[in-house]
């Protein structure tokens, strides 16, 4: 019933925000993630590291066609709970200084998204897990579309339009899937151990594999992406990078490599080298950026580019690998695109050139934003660092020239993030920016919190590996 009660809480959060006076709207969100968390340590205590389904919760939805109300929680869905339920609190705290129009619907919109982030997390039906997958992008529709800035109109469509056509194609795969299995369920644990439908599964794979590559994203899915981390408002943006893309990456885990390993061992090649080349592309891309948000928007294409490539070379290390960075990136990213809305909100430009000397006017800042950089560029002892490691190390096994080019993403990695805060932080201040305000409270929380993350998980990374081992071997068995 755990899994239950983590779903209700942001529901119910969600609801109440409807209703909720605008000043009170806030700090209710607030209240009610941090209930959340607590929730969520309490599962991850009494979790047993066995590789098994916890805190399952089934029951009969719908008679025709077959759909039960199935979710579960191993090793892996726990740590996507624990990645969503550590971000919402820092990402609502985020906008407590900030103007927000209807405060209230801005806020119940996001608990409606974390509600749905961790139904896709936790479901175990196919149908189920559909369901959920869509609810994720209707509140974040309106968000970038009534919040964001003068482009969102063009930019929101853009977005909803990849989205749902990844979305159809997904839902096309699971109406095939459920005919051609004999006692037609899409109940997970049945579709990952029998593999008894006789479908064609190289059509299977592309149909589910696009849907995710669109979400995560994966050149050439990917064109949607940067505009919209741009133009949405930078709590939108903390979501859709540090939480939503990595819906893409779990669901390769979940949904793809168990159930179809047919179709993923005949286009493993294709997918990896796809991978590899959008490291190297976005990385390319992000040096030429001017723009911070779109900066940012690229290195998260290259870093999530690197966690798809590792997933697909099936070995304890790459998914292993896969799964630290799908944690330390969330963490990163929320880290970036923050400065970013702090930068913006003191100088109101995010344009490189106009930028300069804010080491100058706000040394503390500086040297947080810096830790995050460094994190970012994966420096060791940092949380960027272990999870990199595994990746290229699997790629190198699986092939060393891929590997050599996806190394090669540490060497530019360092030069746009570097290049990047030299502009941005050193140097004298341009003459054009605003004067620098001292940090409110809740940004100096959030800067704390997100610094003490990334040195934690970067000292002691068996934290994660040690939670998602055995459900990461019983994934490789099934494979």
Not at 220 to 246: C, E, N, R, V
Not at 344 to 372: D, E, V
């Amino acid at each position: 019933m755990l899994s239950l009660e983590l779903l209700f809480i942001p529901l119910l959060a969600s609801l109440l925000l409807l209703f909720a006076n605008e000043k009170a709207a806030k700090p209710l969100a607030l209240v009610f993630s941090l209930v959340e968390a607590v929730f969520t340590v309490y599962a991850y205590q009494i979790f047993q590291q066995n590789g098994s389904e916890a805190f399952e919760f089934q029951m009969p939805w719908v008679n025709k066609p077959q759909i039960n109300l199935h979710f579960g929680i191993d090793g892996i869905s726990l740590l996507m709970v624990v990645l969503t339920n550590l971000l919402v609190p820092f990402i609502i705290l985020s906008g407590f200084q900030r103007t927000t129009k209807r405060v209230a619907t801005f806020y119940a919109l996001l608990s409606f998204m974390h509600f749905a982030l961790l139904g896709v997390f936790m479901a175990l039906d196919g149908f189920v897990y559909y369901i959920f997958w869509e609810l994720a992008l209707i509140p974040i529709y309106f968000m970038a579309f009534n919040w964001g800035d003068e482009n969102s109109t063009k930019v929101t469509l853009k977005f909803f339009i990849y989205t749902l056509a990844g979305s159809l194609l997904m839902l096309f795969g699971f109406i095939y899937l459920y005919m051609g299995t004999p006692n037609h369920s899409l109940d997970w644990s049945i579709l990952s151990t029998q593999h008894t439908c006789s479908c064609n599964q190289t059509w299977l794979f592309w149909l589910f594999f696009i849907a995710f590559a669109i979400k995560i994203p994966i050149i050439p899915f990917h064109t949607w992406q940067p505009d919209t981390y741009q133009s949405a408002p930078t709590q939108g943006t903390m979501l859709l990078s540090g939480i939503m893309l990595k819906m893409g990456t779990y669901s390769l885990l979940r949904w793809l490599l168990p159930i179809f390993p047919a179709g993923m061992q005949e286009w493993q090649p294709i997918v990896i080298t796809l991978s590899v080349i959008g490291i190297v592309y976005a990385s390319i891309i992000a040096i030429m950026q001017r723009d911070l948000k779109k900066l940012f928007a690229y290195s998260s294409i290259a870093h999530v580019g690197l966690i798809a490539a590792g997933t697909f070379t099936l070995s304890l290390e790459g998914i292993q690998g896969a799964l630290v960075q799908m944690l330390a990136h969330g963490i990163n990213v929320v880290g970036l695109f923050f400065c970013a809305d702090i930068i913006l909100n003191r100088k109101g430009t995010l344009q490189l050139h106009q930028l300069g000397g804010i080491r100058l006017q706000s040394p503390w800042f500086a040297a947080s934003f810096l830790i995050i950089v460094l994190a970012a560029i994966a420096l060791p002892l940092t949380n960027g660092f272990v999870g990199e490691f595994m990746l290229l190390y699997s790629l190198f096994k699986y092939n060393v020239w891929l590997g050599a080019v996806a190394g090669t993403t540490i060497i530019l990695g360092a030069v746009y993030m570097l290049k990047m805060y030299q502009e941005v932080m050193l140097g004298d201040q341009a003459d054009q920016a605003e004067p620098m305000e001292s940090l409110h409270w809740n940004e100096k929380v959030v800067l704390i919190g997100i610094v003490a993350l990334i040195f934690i998980l970067g000292v002691f990374p068996s934290i994660v590996t040690n939670l998602t081992q055995p459900a990461v071997n019983q994934l490789l068995k099934l494979i």
